[in-house]
Antibody, heavy 123, light 110 residues
Framework: EVHLVESGGTLVKPGGSLRLSCAAS????????MNWVRQAPGKGLEWVSS????????IYADSVKGRFTISRDNAKNTLYLLMNSLRAEDTAVYYC????????????????WGQGTLVTVST | NFILTQPHSVSASPGKTVTISCTRS????????VQWYLQRPGSSPTTVIY?????SSGVPDRFSGSIDISSNSASLTISGLKTEDEADYYC?????????FGGGTKLTVL
């Protein structure tokens, strides 16, 4: 059973920066694609970014491209999200999510979710 | 890009059957696997269905998933509704390598 614990969420002013962390324990971290998914208050789920196991493939949602940077340290079993130029619309609970390969290994899908960390962007 | 459209809300009585749809705006629903997630208030999402129709570990067989090419949509069906099924449900799929979630459906068990 994988266990994901996010941290780093806090109140930050517009234009500010923040780094989120996600510590993984249990089943293997280093061999899985990882994601950040966020949820604004009272809203639905929004995919933010994904990084494959070797950090060789990274993608971002258009809403955060150029402002957010995803990274991972497999030696520390930790996923990161560096968020710059924060805006009010970035206010959300940010979830760390581990992918699981499909049975035919053609792709992966989000499978295991952390408890989330709240980021509030406000003056 | 593509959009996954879900009804905002559905409701049904205990013991009944309800179906939540997820319609893909462009590209074939069969081109990428569809997943379904359940989220209760104040909790993280959990996986209910993966790869269109596979139940995640511990999910009762009252939950089933399917896709319909003719309507370009996926469906989550819950039979024998229980009050504990009341939650928000989200579908998920990919367009190429880009993932997306549906807007979510609030299930109320009356």
């Amino acid at each position: 059973e994988v266990h994901l614990v996010e941290s780093g969420g806090t109140l930050v002013k517009p234009g500010g920066s923040l780094r989120l962390s996600c510590a993984a324990s249990g089943l293997s971290f280093s061999s899985h694609t990882m994601n950040w998914v966020r949820q604004a208050p009272g809203k639905g789920l929004e995919w933010v970014s994904s990084i494959n196991s070797r950090s060789s493939y990274i993608i971002y949602a258009d809403s955060v491209k150029g402002r957010f940077t995803i990274s991972r340290d497999n030696a520390k079993n930790t996923l990161y999200l560096l968020m710059n130029s924060l805006r009010a619309e970035d206010t959300a609970v940010y979830y760390c999510v581990r992918d699981q390969p499909t049975r035919d290994f053609s792709t992966t899908y989000p499978a295991s979710w952390g408890q989330g960390t709240l980021v509030t962007v406000s003056t | 890009n593509f959009i996954l459209t879900q009804p905002h809300s559905v409701s049904a009585s205990p013991g009944k059957t309800v179906t939540i749809s997820c319609t893909r705006s462009s590209g074939s629903i069969a081109s990428n696997y569809v997943q379904w997630y359940l989220q209760r208030p104040g909790s993280s999402p959990t996986t209910v269905i993966y790869e269109n129709d596979q139940r995640s570990s511990g999910v009762p067989d009252r939950f089933s998933g399917s896709i319909d090419i003719s309507s370009n949509s996926a469906s989550l069906t819950i039979s024998g509704l229980k009050t504990e099924d009341e939650a928000d449900y989200y579908c998920h799929s990919y367009h190429g390598n880009t993932p997306a979630f549906g807007g979510g459906t609030k299930l109320t068990v009356l």
